[in-house]
């Protein structure tokens, strides 16, 4: 341990003021922010994690802020990590889609650590991320069911006018209207069913 002490001429007089009667540097640790923050985002979550001195990482704990990158990081979320592994998991469901964000860490002596302890270090670099979009349903699919929801309302039309047609042209000639008719009616239900598909 140390003995922490200010000496100056203060008023005209030599002063000597304790500042730490017993001062040990084990116990007052600022460390250095981590490097070389990344990030990995997948459909289901985004990774993020960081570098640290090899011997420190079985005794550090981490914060990391994240956000929105245009909003203020006054309002920024705070994770903290469930080990002591430099690395971090982001729910995807935690993240808008076609949003940009924004992440920072910071570290310091874990609390169970007896031998040193720390203040947090000063924020890392950050790493910027963005949850992919949800794909939405093509409009082929859109089309497809509505014209799978259009199609029987259509069909008995075609069925009716094709009863009330051949009724009305049976005077003529029944024997030749009603397979134009029917041509014309089958034509229009594979139509249909190409544009379903």
Partial sequence: GYRVS??????GRNHTYITFP????????KLDPPLNIQSNVTASKCQI???????????????????EYSM???????KTPPSSLPQIEIE???????IAYIARVRCKVSENEDSYHSQWSEWSQTTVFQRAGVPKLSE????TRTMQFLFIPLSFGMLLYLFWNCKLSQKASPALTFPRQLLSFS???ICTMG???
């Fill in 92 to 98: 995807a469901t935690e993240l808008r889609s076609g």
């Fill in 72 to 78: 203020s990081w006054e309002i920024a979320l705070n």
């Fill in 195 to 197: 544009i379903l598909r």
């Fill in 187 to 189: 034509h229009s239900i």
């Fill in 140 to 143: 082929k699919i859109l089309n």
């Fill in 49 to 67: 994690w960081w570098s640290v001195p090899w011997y420190l990482v079985e005794i550090l704990q981490y914060e990391l802020q994240y956000k």
């Fill in 22 to 29: 017993e001062y040990n540097p084990r116990k007052h640790i």
């Fill in 6 to 11: 200010l000496q100056g001429n203060f008023f």
